[in-house]
Every structure is written in structure tokens, then in C-alpha cells.
């Protein structure tokens, strides 16, 4: 009752629940890591195919 008092005896539910959802945390180096190593993977294939 103290709580809605201070908001004015305001009952809007934002005030009370969160409704936002947290952000993923990205780790960029491990990323960046995987990255590099996809291309790394897609010039192996493409020299591979050029081959032919």
C-alpha cells in the first residue's frame, strides 16, 4: 500500500511489473572468431570448386 500510495494510488502496471526484455549478450570476440573462421571454411570450398 506504501508503494501504490507514493505513485499516487496510481495502478497502471508499468509502474509495478517490468515488461521489457533483457538483450542477449553477445561475446564479440568469440564472434569475430567464428566469423573468420567461416570464411576461412568458404575460401577453402570456393579454391576447391575452382579447381574443377
Known sequence: ?????????????SRY?????????????EANKRLVDIEKKAKE???RHNQF
Request: glycine share 0%; aromatic share 4%; hydrophobic share 40%.
Open 1 to 13: 500500500m506504501e508503494e501504490i500510495e507514493k505513485n499516487d494510488f496510481n495502478l497502471n502496471i
Open 45 to 47: 570450398a570456393a579454391d
Open 17 to 29: 511489473v517490468s515488461t521489457s526484455i533483457d538483450e542477449e549478450q553477445i561475446d564479440l570476440l
